[in-house]
């Protein structure tokens, strides 16, 4: 028996959506590296991107959980939200932080279709995952902010209007504390590229449309801001721990998704006179994924309620999403092992599935760093750096 499914009926509708774009559709792109216009188009249009947005801004208003279930069942059913699912995560900033005027402004139009938020810009070349070390800075100019510095593994810049941006406004050095001096601005996109910002695409093994980021002298209106300066570190929070649990449950759609695969191949697929899944040595690998993959949705379950009930979640949003990404993970090196050959194949879309999937070991932050975090601020174990 599987994890209890949540939001049957949006799971349902999902799925029906999701038929339209099958197989066939996600090789093209994927083949090309073009972004999935048509099946993001298709979500907007159906209110899945807005569903996090409250109804007063044109959204449904629901929360965390339900946002889950709508990428878990994209992922279950062969697709990728990557293409999407930062316009759910960047709410966890922008809903939980943003000013009044700033909701009435822009969320309308990211609700109806008209505003894309899809862009959350806080890596960079030299910091990596340490945060605190980020050297793109912001400093007050009239009533603007001028920003220089650089951003990597940005991704969807290129298909966005709007990218959440985490900034130094005062130098790490010159902070209390190492996390105070960090801002974020609301970018407006189609106003920045070329006027101080440039777009770099960087080709990776999957179709992720991601970029490196160049600023230079770029403007960004003080009204922009979100939260308050100097306590950036807090906003951007909400939203990477709201990343990490959607992501989580990407994950769990791919385990699912490779763990029926493997088991109607294995079903059907006849070697020495017999089904290869009559033997234990294919059933067993088999059976261990999708337990993996149970736990870990319990999980993800755990975070997003406690997400939800405006507890704080950042152990949780950790663990599941290292929990998750390492039963997708899993599931995705079993079903390779039980199709032979044939998952190489491209027309069966393992090979596909199994590069995408492999991306959340790193991102959005390293299963190490994850181990770092539970091992000293859960366990209370001396740091190592």
């Keep these: 028996m599987a994890v209890e499914r949540t939001y049957?009926?949006?799971?349902?509708?999902?799925?029906?959506?999701?038929?339209?774009?099958?197989?066939?559709?996600?090789?093209k792109l994927d083949q090309e590296k073009v972004y999935p216009s048509e099946f993001v188009g298709a979500l907007t249009e159906a209110g899945y991107l807005s569903i996090l947005i409250p109804e007063e801004y044109g959204g449904s208003g629901l929360p965390l959980g339900a946002a889950c279930a709508v990428l878990e069942e994209i992922h279950r059913s062969g697709g990728n939200g990557g293409a999407c699912h930062a316009q759910m995560y960047t709410m966890g900033t922008l809903l939980r932080h943003g000013s009044a005027e700033q909701k009435?402004?822009?969320?309308?139009?990211?609700?109806?279709g008209s505003l894309r938020l899809q862009a959350f810009g806080v890596t960079e070349p030299t910091s990596g995952t340490d945060t605190s070390r980020i050297r793109t800075?912001?400093?007050r100019d009239g009533d603007d902010y001028v920003v220089n510095g650089q951003k990597v593994w940005i991704s969807r810049t290129q298909h966005s209007d709007l990218m959440i941006l985490?900034?130094?406004?005062?130098?790490?050095e010159d902070s209390a504390k190492h996390t105070d001096g960090m801002s974020v601005l609301l970018v407006d996109l189609r106003e920045a590229?070329?006027?101080?910002?440039?777009?770099?695409?960087?080709?990776?093994?999957?179709?992720?449309?991601?970029?490196?980021?160049?600023?230079?002298?770029?403007?960004?209106?003080?009204?922009?801001?979100i939260g308050e300066e100097g306590k950036g570190f807090r906003c951007i929070l909400d939203g990477m721990n709201a990343e990490r649990i959607l992501i989580a449950a990407e994950c769990i759609g791919d385990a699912r998704w490779f763990t029926r695969k493997s088991t109607q191949y294995a079903c059907e697929r006849e070697v020495f006179g017999r089904p290869i899944g009559q033997n234990q040595g294919v059933q067993f690998p088999i059976a261990r994924a999708h337990i993996q993959s149970e736990a870990a949705a319990l999980m993800v379950q755990q975070a997003a309620d406690l997400y939800d009930a405006g507890e704080p979640a950042g152990a949780e949003a950790n663990m599941a999403k290292l929990l998750a990404s390492e039963a997708s993970w899993a599931a995705a090196d079993q079903c390779i092992q039980t199709h032979g050959g044939y998952g190489f194949a491209v027309e069966y879309d393992v090979e596909r599935k199994f590069r995408e999937t492999r991306l959340y070991q790193v991102a959005p932050v390293s299963t190490n760093l994850i181990l770092s975090f539970v091992a000293t601020q859960e366990l209370g174990m001396p740091k190592s750096f």
């Design 8 to 27: 049957p009926e949006i799971r349902d509708a999902v799925a029906r959506l999701c038929e339209q774009f099958p197989g066939e559709y996600w090789r």
């Design 137 to 139: 800075n912001a400093v």
């Design 104 to 112: 009435s402004q822009y969320l309308p139009g990211i609700a109806d």
């Design 193 to 225: 590229v070329g006027n101080g910002l440039t777009i770099k695409p960087i080709d990776t093994m999957m179709n992720h449309a991601t970029t490196e980021l160049f600023f230079d002298d770029l403007r960004v209106p003080t009204k922009n801001l």
């Design 166 to 172: 985490l900034v130094r406004t005062t130098s790490r």
